[in-house]
C-alpha cells in the first residue's frame, strides 16, 4: 500500500498583508497584468519587428489602425481594471505594513501603475496620437522616428510589468 500524500499549499508571501477575502484580487491582478505586459512583449518582440520591414507608408498605416483598434472595451476593461486593481492592492499593502510580504505586494502594485499605465499615458499614447495626425506622404520622415522612440517606452513598460507581475507572484 502507498503512504498517502498530502498537498499542502505554501502561503504566499504577501498572506499576512492581505487579508484572506482579497487574496484573488492578487489573482486576478498577477492575470491582468501578465495579459498586460505579455501583449506589450509580443509587440516589443515581433509585431514593432514586423511592422519595421515593411515600407513605411504601409507599417505606418498598420500601426495607425492597431492604434485605433486596441481601444475597444475588452482591452480597456482588462489594462483599467489591472490599475484599478494595483491601485486598492496598493492601499492594502499600506496598510498592512510592516507585515511580511506587504512591501512586495505594494511594490508590484507601483510597478504596474508605473509601468504598463504610467510609461503608457505618458509617452506611447502622445506617441500614437501624433502618429496618427501623420499622413502617408510624411511616412518616411515621420515611421522610423516614431518606431525608435515608441518600442524604447514600450520595452521600459514590459520590462517594469514583468517586475510588477514577479513581485505580486
Do not use: K
Not at 13 to 24: D, I, K, M, S, W
Not at 125 to 132: E, F, G, I, K, S
Amino acid at each position: 500500500s502507498r503512504p498517502e500524500v498530502r498537498w499542502r499549499v505554501r502561503p504566499s508571501a504577501y498572506a499576512a498583508a492581505v487579508p484572506e477575502h482579497l487574496r484573488l484580487l492578487v489573482v486576478a491582478a498577477i492575470v491582468g497584468g501578465g495579459l498586460v505586459t505579455g501583449l506589450l512583449f509580443a509587440f516589443s518582440l515581433v509585431v514593432m519587428r514586423a511592422l519595421r520591414e515593411l515600407p513605411a507608408a504601409t507599417g505606418m498605416a498598420a500601426m495607425q489602425r492597431i492604434n485605433v483598434l486596441i481601444v475597444n472595451p475588452l482591452f480597456l476593461a482588462l489594462f483599467l481594471g489591472t490599475a484599478l486593481l494595483s491601485a486598492g492592492l496598493a492601499v492594502v499593502a499600506l496598510r498592512g505594513l510592516p507585515a511580511p510580504g506587504a512591501a512586495w505586494l505594494l511594490a508590484g502594485a507601483l510597478l504596474y501603475l508605473l509601468g504598463p499605465l504610467g510609461v503608457t499615458v505618458a509617452f506611447n499614447v502622445p506617441l500614437n496620437n501624433r502618429l496618427a495626425g501623420a499622413a502617408a506622404s510624411e511616412a518616411d520622415a515621420v515611421w522610423p522616428a516614431y518606431v525608435v522612440a515608441w518600442l524604447r517606452w514600450n520595452h521600459l513598460r514590459t520590462v517594469i510589468g514583468a517586475a510588477g507581475i514577479a513581485a505580486l507572484a
